[in-house]
Structure formats: C-alpha cells, structure tokens
C-alpha cells in the first residue's frame, strides 16, 4: 500500500472514529479554540455525555419515570463496568471519585493533579480529572430538581444538567467557585446551519433569593422543561424562563428537543486559558485543600402530567 494510500485510510478510521464519539456522546476533548472566550464570559470547555448501554427499562421503552433518591443507598451509584437493570446512576469517571457518605449525600470529589503543577498566563498546565456521575435513565420533558453544595475555589466548576442521550442537547445548571454569590444557567442545541458551537450565547449568570446565599451552602435548584420553554428556578423562587421562540439563530431554533439524560459532576476550568477567565481560575493547589468536593442530597425527576 503506497504512503498516499495509507494516509488516506488512517484519515478515514479517524474521522469515522471522530463520528461514532460525537453521536454517543464519548467525552473526546474539545478542538475548539476556547482562547476567544475573553469576548464571552460564558465560554466554557464541555463535559459530553456518555451513552450507556440499555441498562434499565426507561431507557428502552423512552417513557419519562418519576424517581427520586436522597443518595443513603450505596447502590444507587453504581462504575460503569458493574451496571444493573436498578442501577440509577453510574460513575463514568474514575473509582474512588465518587462516594456516598450517610447524612452527607453523593460526595463527587475533585483532586490535585500528581506532580508539579505550572501556572503561566492564567492557567495551570495540569488539570485535575473530577468526578462524573450519569443517570441510566432518559426522558423527554420533565422537572428535575437538585439539592446541592459547591466548593469556593475559583478554577472549580459544578454542574447540574440535563444532556442529550443521544444528541448534543443540554440544559445546565453551573456554580462557579470564583463566584460564589451566583449560578449560571445555560442551554446549548446544534443545528446544522451552526457554523461553530454557540457557547454561551444563551447563558445567564442568576441571583440568589438572598443575597447572602453561596454556594457552598446546599440550595435546591429545579430545571423545569417542556415542549415549549425551560424554567430554572432556586430554593423554589424562580430565576430564569427561557421560550423556544427566544432561541431562534442562524434559521433554527436552539431549543433541546431530545432524550436527555441526567448528568453530575465537578471539574477543573484550569485550561484553556478562555475557559480559566470564565471560571475565575485558575485553581491555585497551593491554597486549597488536595481534595475538594461537590454535594448532591436529593435528585427529583417529575414527570409531565403526572
């Protein structure tokens, strides 16, 4: 096989390989120059879903299912190598990530990178691999509400969110460490006429109902979404409603419309150095605990009409 050949072949596995993770929803990295993010606060690096295999009869059949867990039961996570037909939720980050601690809740741990860390231009040249928790789970149009805490350190990012199963859909809830007296809200839908992900173009960074409220205190953050609009609301006050008419760019609306699933997690927003301005990092290791940590008490999905 000539070089040319060989080349062209290796393209085609990579870019079918490119496809495969897009579609599932694989965690492949971002290509995409977040350094432009000085000209939107809300840029940000995504964390993509992860398509789990039909481990539970929602996900087959596709019909929204009222659940609701306080996070007591060990096996209400379960890694993903050990996932059974009652498993809710399962860990796609590494063991030890993650734990559930009696009259504390699901724990998702961040830790410090092993080794030196270099700090240059505002970001670190290591990022710390946090914990990502999914739900088995799908639905279509439901209210998903969320007791939480976040960690205070500028650089660390907690995400509370809905994500396509199947498509790159999302609907979030975000709390800064930098931030800590507010949360952001954000959604995120591709059509084909995008030139380029429109990150940010739809965020909103909301207000507390008291404003001595952080986030480091557990706050119940609710995502109400139909066919029609999304409302984000906190300790039952709401924040932000956001019409599917008021989505309309480029000729499409950016609206979730798809199967969705559950996603929690706790991140490092060290790198890039976009993503870094936006999450007021980065985070400085010499300062913070080596292991910092997120808190889920409660997860409540209702589910329309019911």
């Known amino acids: 096989m000539s070089t040319l050949s060989f080349q062209k072949l290796a393209f085609a596995l990579l ?24 000209k939107n606060q809300h840029l940000q690096t995504r964390r993509p879903g992860f398509l789990l295999p039909n481990s539970s009869s929602n996900f087959k059949t596709h019909e929204c299912q009222s659940f609701e867990t306080t996070f007591s039961d060990p096996s209400d996570v379960s890694h993903s190598d050990k996932v059974s037909s009652s498993t809710p939720f399962v860990a796609i980050s590494p063991t030890g990530s993650y734990s559930i601690v009696e009259g504390s809740g699901l724990e998702l741990y961040l830790d410090r990178p092993e080794g030196k860390i270099h700090r240059k231009d505002k970001v670190n040249d290591k990022v710390a691999e946090g914990a990502t928790i999914n739900s088995t789970f799908v639905f279509l149009h439901g209210k998903v509400t969320m007791e939480l805490s976040a960690p205070k ?28 007296h507010h949360w952001q809200t954000n959604v995120f839908a591709y059509t084909h006429a995008d030139k380029e992900p429109l990150w940010g173009v739809f965020g909103e960074v909301e207000d507390y109902s008291k404003k001595s409220n952080e986030i480091d205190e557990i706050h119940s953050y609710t995502i109400d979404w139909n066919e029609s609009r999304i409302v984000w609301s906190v300790d039952g006050v709401v924040a932000r409603t956001l019409e599917k008419e008021d989505t309309e760019k480029n000729g499409g609306f950016h609206f979730p419309s798809h199967l969705s699933r559950i996603q929690l997690g706790i991140w490092d927003a060290s790198n890039p150095a976009g993503t870094s301005e936006w999450a007021k990092g980065p985070i400085d290791w010499d300062k913070v605990p080596k292991r910092t940590k997120a808190i889920f008490k409660s997860i409540k999905l209702e589910c329309p009409n019911n």
């Open 15 to 38: 870019y079918f390989c490119f496809l495969w993770a897009v579609v599932n929803g694989v965690s492949i990295g971002s290509s995409i120059d977040h350094d432009n993010a000085s």
């Open 153 to 180: 350190i500028p650089g660390a990012v907690t995400a509370a969110i809905l994500i396509g199963s199947d498509s790159r859909d999302e609907i979030d809830v975000e709390l800064l460490g930098g931030d800590p």
